[in-house]
C-alpha cells in the first residue's frame, strides 16, 4: 500500500520536489541566522511560511506524520512572531529546528520506497511541544478546543428550491487531523470521477477559517449521483475520515423557516448593502499591505525531460538546416544565390542563437551543489569542534544541470573527508604552529572543456610513508616501494579499501567512500585527483566533461568512412612533408613539428579501414591533444568543419570494444550518412607521459 | 536468452511468422518481433565490430547496426540482388536489421506445427514443420548479439 493519498501519484513529484526545495531554502535561513543575536522578522515570517506551505502539501498527499511535525515548528513560530519579545533558548530552538528539517528531508527520500514505513515524529514534535509551552510560560493552559458535538440544526443546509436529484453528505474527520480543508479538497477531486459535486459547505475550501469551520461542523458535500451507495463508501475511505453519512432534509418546521432567511425585507437587504460597503473599504486598504511581503519569483519548474527533448530537437533543426543550406542540390543551380545565402546566414545565425539559448536554460551556477556542504560543515563543527570555515571561489561557474547532479555525492563525500582527515584539532594546529584558521575551499571553473571543481585544506597533508605502509599492510602495492611517484601514493586514497584514519568515525575512515565517489565520476567520464603537500594541505579535484550534446568537429575521410574529431581535442592541422617523418628501427612513427616529436597515429591502422591514403605527404595531418598526452592523427582528408549530435552506439553492440578503440559513438548527418564521433583522449591513451614528478 | 511469456503463448497458441530464404533454407522471425523490411540502404563500415554485423544504416533518422545473416549463420556468401532486403527487428526496444536473401511469406502457424528446441537459449528457438519444408524460427536477440 503506498504511503500517500491514492490518486496523488502524479502529484508525487511535484511535491518532493517543492518540498525538497522549501527545505533547502529554510536550511540557509537557519544556517544564516544561527550566528546573530536575533532571528529577523523577514526571516521568522518566512520560516512561518515555509513550514505551512509543507503542512499544506503533506497533508494533501496524506502523510499525516510530516503535516503534523511541521505543524508543531509552525507553532514554535507562530508564537515568535506572535511575540517577538518572548525569551527562549536559541541553540535549543536551532537543534529543534535543523532536527525537524532533517527528518522531513529523510521522509522525502523515502517516500517512493513502500518498504520503509512512515517515521513516526511523536517524540520529536513532544520536544518542540514541549520548547513551545516552555516558551509561552507554563502559564498558558494546553488550548483545548471545546469543539463537542452539538445537536445541530441542519435545516439551514436545506434550501427550499433544491433539486430532489441533489444529495447532502456530511464528512467528519478525526480530531488530530491537521488540516480536514486540504483531506477535503483530496476527496471532491476524487469524488468527481463518480458524481458531480453542486456545491460544498464551507463553500472555499481555501479560505483560512475553512478549517475551523470543517473541524467545528464537519464537511458538507452536495452532489448528484447514479450511485449513492458508492459514494458514501469512498468518503469513509477517505484518509482521516472519521464518520461519512448521508442528511435527510428535515420535515415541515425547517421548510417553514427557510422562506423567511430566504427573503429578507428591503430594509434588511439595504443594511447588508451598506454593511458590505462599508466591510469592503477597509478591506481593501488591507489587501496591498498583506501582499506587500510577498516576492513573487519569475521562476517556472520544468521537468528535466522536457528540455532534453527541447534541446535534441534544437539539435535536429541545427543538423537539417546545415543540409538545407548546402544541399548538392544548390551546386547544379547556375542562378544567383544572393538572396538565398542571405537568408540561409540568417537563419543560421538564429539557430546559433536558439541553441544557445536552450544550453543556457539547463545550466545552474555550482552555488546549489556547494551550499549543501555549508550544512555539512556546520554539523561536523559542532560534533568535532574543529572551528573549520568553508570558503567558495567561482560558484557563479555555470554547469549543467546534469552536472551539478552528479556532484553532490562526490562533493559531500570529499568535504567531510578533507574536515575529518586533512583538518587537524585545534591543539595539533597549535603545536605545528599554524595561525591561519582551519579553512575548507571549494573552487569551480573551466578548463579545456571540463568543469574543474576541487576542494582544498589547508591541514595536515597526506604523510607519503604512512600511505605506502598502509597500502603494503593492505596488499595495494604493485611494484617496489621506491618506483612509486607521490601521484601515485596519493592515489592509494582514493582506491577501494584505504582508510588511513585508524579509528572508524561517524564521518569517514571506512575506505569505502571515495572509491566509490571514483567510480561514480568516473561513469560519466569525469575524473578525480589527488593532491597533498605533507603539512601544507591535500586539494582533491573533479574534472568532468561539459556536456554539452552538440559539439563542434572537424570530419575526416579515412577510406570510405567519415571520422568526426571534436575541435577542442585539436591543436592544428597541417599537411606534413617527407622530411618531418621519421620511422624509427622499432616500427615506431614520428613527425616533427617544430621543436616536439611527436608520435604518429595513423587513423586507418588504428581502425583497420581499408582502401585508405597511406602516402605521409598526401593526406592531412592533426595534431591533437588531451590531458597529458600529445600526437598526431593521420587521415586522407578534411571533410567539413561542422557541428554534430554524437549518439552512443546502439546497446546491441555493448558486447564490443567500440568505446575502448577510440570511438564515442555515432552521428547521422544533414545527408543522411553517418559519421563516427571519436573519442581523442582513448586514441592517446598509450602515449600518456608517464606520470613522474 | 531465456523463453519468455510470449514464446509460451507461441508454443501454446501458434501465431503470425515473417518467413524468409538463406541458402535455400527457411528462417523466420516471429511477426511481432518485425517492424519493417527494407531495401538494402547505404552500410556504413564500423571498425571493431566482429565480420557478421556489416556495419550501421540510417534507419528513420537513427543508426542501427546491420547483421548479415548469412555471415551470421556461417552460410557460403553470395551477391545480393534486388529481391535481398533487410528486415528490421526489434529487440528490447532497440532496432537492428538483418540483410537476408529473400523474404518469403507471413504465414499462420498452428500449435501442432511447433516444436520447441531442445536447447534453451539457442538462435533458433523452435522449429515449424509445414507440409514439407522446415522452418527454423530466429531469437532476434541471438541473430544480432551473439559472438561465435
Known amino acids: ?693 | 536468452m531465456a523463453f519468455t511469456e510470449q514464446d509460451m503463448q507461441f508454443e501454446e497458441t501458434g501465431g503470425k511468422i515473417l518467413s524468409f530464404f538463406a541458402d535455400n533454407k527457411f528462417y523466420a522471425f516471429m511477426i511481432t518481433d518485425v517492424t519493417d523490411i527494407i531495401e538494402i540502404p547505404e552500410i556504413t563500415f564500423i571498425p571493431g565490430l566482429p565480420d557478421y554485423i556489416k556495419g550501421m544504416m540510417n534507419h528513420r533518422g537513427k543508426a542501427i547496426p546491420v547483421v548479415d545473416f548469412r555471415k551470421r549463420m556461417a552460410l557460403p556468401e553470395t551477391v545480393y540482388d534486388d529481391r535481398s532486403c533487410v528486415i528490421v527487428v526489434e529487440i528490447n526496444s532497440q532496432q537492428a536489421g538483418v540483410i537476408v536473401d529473400r523474404v518469403s511469406d507471413v504465414e499462420d502457424i498452428l500449435p501442432d506445427m511447433i516444436a520447441r528446441s531442445p536447447v534453451e537459449g539457442a538462435t533458433v528457438k523452435f522449429f515449424i514443420s509445414e507440409s514439407k519444408k522446415r522452418i527454423s524460427l530466429l531469437d532476434p536477440e541471438r541473430v544480432v548479439r551473439d559472438r561465435r
Not at chain 1, 371 to 382: A, H, L, Y
Open chain 1, 1 to 693: 500500500m503506498p504511503k500517500f493519498e491514492a490518486g496523488m501519484e502524479s502529484m508525487l513529484d511535484m511535491f518532493v520536489f517543492e518540498t525538497g526545495d522549501l527545505l533547502e531554502k529554510l536550511d540557509d535561513i537557519l544556517m544564516r541566522t544561527e550566528q546573530e543575536d536575533t532571528i529577523g522578522t523577514e526571516d521568522i515570517n518566512e520560516i512561518f511560511r515555509t513550514m505551512h506551505t509543507i503542512k499544506g502539501s503533506a497533508a494533501m498527499m496524506g502523510l499525516q506524520n510530516m503535516s503534523t511535525l511541521a505543524h508543531a515548528v509552525e507553532d514554535l513560530f507562530y508564537i515568535i512572531r506572535d511575540d517577538p519579545e518572548v525569551k527562549y533558548d536559541k541553540p535549543g530552538l536551532y537543534e529543534l529546528l535543523f532536527a525537524s528539517s532533517d527528518s522531513l528531508k529523510g521522509e522525502l527520500d523515502n517516500i517512493n520506497d513502500d518498504d520503509i514505513p512512515l517515521t513516526d515524529f511523536s517524540e520529536l514534535e513532544g520536544r518542540i511541544h514541549a520548547f513551545a509551552a516552555q516558551m509561552k510560560g507554563e502559564s498558558a493552559p494546553a488550548q483545548a478546543q471545546g469543539a463537542q458535538a452539538q445537536a445541530e440544526d441542519i435545516s439551514h443546509l436545506f434550501p427550499d428550491d433544491e433539486d430532489e436529484s441533489i444529495l447532502t453528505y456530511k464528512v467528519t474527520y478525526q480530531e488530530n487531523c491537521a488540516m480536514p480543508s486540504a483531506r477535503g479538497f483530496v476527496l471532491l477531486r476524487g469524488l468527481g470521477q463518480i458524481a458531480e459535486v453542486t456545491s460544498t459547505l464551507p463553500e472555499d475550501l481555501d479560505a483560512d477559517e475553512a478549517d475551523d469551520e470543517i473541524k467545528a461542523h464537519g464537511l458538507i458535500i452536495k452532489l448528484i449521483t447514479d450511485d449513492a451507495k458508492k459514494v458514501l463508501e469512498f468518503l469513509e475511505d477517505g484518509i482521516n475520515v472519521e464518520k461519512a453519512e448521508q442528511l435527510h432534509k428535515p420535515e415541515k418546521t425547517a421548510a417553514a423557516q427557510a422562506p423567511a432567511a430566504a427573503a429578507p425585507t428591503p430594509e434588511q437587504a439595504e443594511k447588508a448593502v451598506e454593511q458590505a460597503k462599508a466591510e469592503a473599504a477597509p478591506a481593501a486598504k488591507q489587501a496591498p499591505k498583506k501582499a506587500a511581503p510577498k516576492h513573487e519569483q519569475s521562476l517556472i519548474t520544468v521537468n528535466l525531460e522536457k528540455l532534453d527533448q527541447l534541446l535534441d530537437l534544437v539539435a535536429e533543426i541545427v543538423i537539417t538546416q546545415g543540409s538545407v543550406t548546402s544541399s548538392p542540390d544548390l551546386k547544379g543551380i547556375s542562378a544567383n544565390l544572393d538572396r538565398f545565402n542571405k537568408s540561409a546566414r540568417e537563419l543560421k545565425k538564429l539557430t546559433d542563437e536558439l541553441q544557445d539559448s536552450v544550453m543556457s536554460i539547463r545550466m545552474v551556477p555550482v552555488s546549489t551543489a556547494f551550499q549543501k556542504m555549508n550544512r555539512v560543515i556546520r554539523d561536523m563543527n559542532q560534533k568535532l569542534k574543529k572551528g573549520v570555515t568553508l570558503e567558495f571561489v567561482g560558484e557563479e561557474t555555470e554547469v549543467d544541470k546534469s552536472i551539478v547532479d552528479i556532484l553532490n555525492d562526490p562533493l559531500m563525500h570529499i568535504t567531510r573527508n578533507a574536515v575529518d582527515h586533512g583538518i587537524e584539532t585545534p591543539e595539533e594546529r597549535a603545536a605545528a604552529g599554524k595561525t591561519e584558521p582551519p579553512t575548507v575551499t571549494l573552487s569551480a571553473g573551466y578548463d579545456s572543456g571540463e568543469v574543474v571543481i576541487s576542494c582544498r585544506d589547508n591541514g595536515a597533508g597526506m604523510d607519503r610513508a604512512k600511505i605506502l605502509a598502509k597500502a603494503k599492510k593492505n596488499g595495494l602495492l604493485t611494484k617496489p616501494e621506491s618506483e612509486y611517484t607521490d601521484k601515485e601514493v596519493y592515489a592509494f586514497t582514493i582506491a577501494a579499501g584505504f582508510s588511513t584514519n585508524e579509528t572508524i568515525t561517524e564521518y569517514s575512515g571506512r575506505g569505502v567512500g571515495m572509491d566509490v565517489v571514483k567510480k561514480n565520476i568516473e561513469k560519466v567520464g569525469g575524473k578525480l585527483l589527488v593532491d597533498s603537500q605533507f603539512g601544507v594541505g591535500s586539494v582533491f579535484t573533479i574534472r568532468i566533461p561539459l556536456s554539452l550534446s552538440i559539439i563542434d568537429v572537424l570530419s575526416v575521410q579515412v577510406g570510405k568512412n567519415s571520422l568526426s574529431v571534436p575541435i577542442t581535442a585539436i591543436h592544428e592541422a597541417f599537411s606534413c612533408k617527407q622530411e618531418n617523418y621519421i620511422k624509427d628501427p622499432d616500427g615506431n612513427e614520428f613527425i616533427m613539428l617544430r621543436e616536439m616529436c611527436l608520435p604518429l597515429i595513423r587513423l586507418n591502422r588504428h581502425f583497420n579501414i581499408a582502401d585508405a591514403v597511406e602516402d605521409i605527404e598526401s593526406g592531412i595531418m592533426l595534431y591533437c591533444s588531451e590531458g597529458d598526452a600529445s600526437a598526431v592523427l593521420f587521415a586522407d582528408s578534411i571533410i567539413a568543419d561542422q557541428q554534430i549530435v554524437v549518439k552512443p552506439f546502439s546497446p546491441l553492440l555493448s558486447d564490443f570494444p567500440l568505446k575502448e578503440a577510440g570511438m564515442s559513438g555515432c552521428s547521422i548527418l544533414g545527408d543522411g550518412t553517418i559519421t563516427i564521433g571519436l573519442d581523442v583522449k582513448e586514441i592517446l591513451a598509450p602515449y600518456v607521459k608517464k606520470a613522474d614528478a
